[in-house]
Each structure stands twice: as C-alpha cells, then as structure tokens.
C-alpha cells in the first residue's frame, strides 16, 4: 500500500485549547465531537506517519482532549477551569484528570479503538480504521474514490437552471475479469504474506500497530493470475459522459452530488460519488449580491429633468422603469422578482437599477443657444452652485 507523506507539523510550548486542538466550537454537540476527532486521528495516526514524531505526539493531544470532551463532567469542569481543572491535588473537584490526580489519562489507543470500533494499538483486531487505509474489508471489497469536476456556467444558466453534458476520465470496472482482478478461469489464493489474515504488525517503540497487508490491501487473499486487461487492478480508466440538471438559484461554490458516478469499486466495492462545484461566471451588465442583481444604466439628462419611462434588461427579457422628473444620478430604482430564484423555492429576488445622468460632451451651436436661455431663465447663469451647498461652504470664502 502506498503510504502518504508524512504530515508536518508544529507545536508551541504553550498548552493548546483542547477545542481548537479537534477543531471544534465551545457547544459542539457528541456526534459532531466525535466526528471531528475521527477526522484528526486519521491524519495524525502514526500509521499514516511513520517516524513522525510530531504526528505521534499531536495524536496523543488530540485522543487527551477528545478523552476530556466527550466526558460531561470533565467538559465541565475544562469549561469552567480550562487546564487548571486537571492540575494540582484534587485536580477539577474530584473529577479524574487526564494526565493529572484521580486515574490520569490512559492509552490514546483507548479511545482511538472507542470511536473506530476495535482498531488502533496494542494488537487490536480489524477494524474500521483499517478500512480506512486499505480501502476495504477483510472481504477485499473496497469503495471506489469520490471525484471532483469544476464547471463554469453563466449567470443565465444559474438564474432559469440548465442540463449540461460533461466528459471526463474515470476508473472503472474491468469487463473481462468483472471487477475481480484475476484473468477468467483463476482463482484466488492465500495471500503469502499476511497468510490470510489481511493484517500485519508492527512494532513502533513500546507500542505494536497492526496495519493492513500491503501485498492483499487486506483482503487476506491474492489472485493466482492477474487480469491481463487490467493488469490485476480490476478498473481500466474510461472517458465518461453524463448530463447533470443544474437547478435555479445556484451560486459559486455550490456542489451538486451524483451517486456512483465516481471512480468503480474493488472486488465488489460500492462506486464513489461525483461532486461538481460549480463557478459562476461575472457578467458584463449585472452583479450578484445574494438573490439580488444590480446593474447601472446610464441616461440623459433631458430623461432625468423631464421624466419619461425606459425599458432595461433583465435575465428573463425586458422590464419597462418609470424615470419620474427631476431624477437625480445615482438614483436607485427597484425592480421586484426580477432578480435571482431561490434554490429553496422561496421568493425571488429583485433587480436594483441606479441610473447615471449623462452630460453631453459636445453640443451644434443651436443646442448651446438654447441651453445658455435656459440658464437665463433658471438663474442658474448667476447661480450655478446649488444654494444648500453655498450656504454650508460660503464661511470659507
């Protein structure tokens, strides 16, 4: 089995805050506790980092704080006193300190083999960490990996909803020898290595790991005679082409899950999924904000004095906008349930249209003439700062 690479890490000398050792808020609940520390023994097991030191020792860390979390009264006590509850004589008020007073902490295997049904150190029996890292069972069955496709789609796509093909590679099962590995008319044999326990193990210091069997991945058997299509693996790689339904109202960094569509199973093994991640791409008239879109539309000043009604885009067609007299630029106007749908099927969202008085840059000489009486007639020609702000500014003056 080919191992990762070890994982790095570093420590400080002060003590870590057993929450944020597993990664978790204060008012975690116990399956979600136990989710996160399941998640951090299989980084930091030392199976998955040999010689690693530092593994080994966060290991310890995290097996100390999940020991003390999943615990009410000690979660208490830590909650109330932090460290403090477990240090000194009748550490935490009689309560049994890991690592201090009252029984001290034990094994970290121990609760490395509650959370994972039986693996871990000191020998132990298979279990689901084993699986973990081969893959599969004692019945060589293994899963098939879950993949990930990024796909880009445009903001009319994610606003009305669209189907879209898509190819790519995959593993899957070999037809010749159906998945199992062994060349039609084989069999399978005790794996010599393990001698069909599935299992191997293996001393680390004073502590003996059992690991699953690099020669079988576990299974406690090999084939006699490997696939010749699939050289033994049991999947050959295949281009793949599915067509995924993209519902209304999705955004960047939404998931769509397709069951089994990931890479095929080993020796009877369950596929993975599919997940694609989906990324909306900007847009050249609108912005998204949440449900909302927002756009700017410029106008003319004529438009903005007199009022009159425009018609402005949306991405379901075209909308008419009342532009009453007198408006002023950056004016914002509200279209409802022009905007985005919700994937929950509540209300849509709007459209906000801020409109821009444009100036004109040049002008015949008959639209200067009539401008210049304009400004005769309005005073403007004598006042061409607005009063309101005269009057605020004119002390500098």
């Not at 049994?96 to 959370?115: K, L």
Request: aromatic share 8%; charged share 25%.
């Amino acid at each position: 089995m080919t191992r990762a690479a070890p994982t790095k890490i570093h420590f400080t000398m002060a003590k870590e805050d057993f929450y944020e050792l597993l990664g978790v808020a204060k008012g975690v609940n116990a399956e979600d506790l136990k989710k996160a520390y399941r998640k951090k023994a299989v980084q930091y097991h030392p199976d998955k980092n040999p010689g690693n030191k530092e593994a080994e020792e966060m290991f310890k860390k995290i097996s100390h704080a999940y020991e003390v979390l999943q615990d009410a009264d000690k979660r208490a006590a830590y909650d109330r006193y932090g460290h403090a509850a477990f240090e000194g004589p009748g550490a935490g008020a009689g309560q049994r300190g890991p690592g201090g007073g009252g029984g001290g902490f034990h094994d970290p295997f121990d609760i490395f083999r509650e959370v994972f049904g039986g693996a871990g150190g000191g020998g132990g029996g298979g279990g689901i960490f084993d699986e973990m890292f081969s893959g599969g069972g004692r019945d060589g069955g293994r899963d098939g990996a879950d993949l990930r496709y990024d796909l880009e789609i445009t903001l009319e796509d994610a606003a009305r909803g669209v189907e879209k093909e898509i190819s790519f590679r995959k593993n899957v099962s070999c037809e010749r020898c159906e998945g199992s590995g062994a060349e039609p008319g084989s069999k399978r044999v005790t794996c010599p290595t393990c001698r069909g326990a599935g299992q191997i193990r293996r001393s680390g210091g004073i502590i003996t790991f059992t690991q699953a069997c690099p020669t079988c991945g576990g299974a406690g058997t090999k084939v006699e005679k490997a696939c010749t299509a699939c050289r033994g693996e049991g999947r050959v790689p295949k281009s793949t082409k599915i067509n995924v339904r993209i519902p209304p109202g999705v955004d960047s960094g939404a998931r769509l899950r397709s069951s089994g569509n990931g890479e095929a199973g080993l020796a009877g093994g369950a596929s993975g999924d599919l997940y694609i991640v989906l990324t909306v791409k900007d847009h050249e008239i609108f912005e998204r904000q949440g449900q909302d879109l927002f756009c700017e539309i410029p106008i003319k000043f004529t438009l903005a004095t007199l009022g009159g009604t425009i018609e402005v885009p949306t991405l379901f067609g075209k909308a008419s906008l009342k532009i009453p007299a007198s408006t002023q630029s950056a004016t914002t106007f509200r279209l409802r349930g022009k905007g985005m749908p919700s994937l929950r099927g509540g209300a849509q969202g709007d459209q906000l249209v801020r409109v821009h008085v444009e100036v004109p840059t040049s002008l015949t000489s008959e639209q200067r003439k009539i401008l210049e009486e304009f400004a005769k007639i309005s005073g403007d020609a004598d006042e061409p700062v607005a009063k309101s702000f005269f009057d605020k500014a004119k002390k500098f003056f």
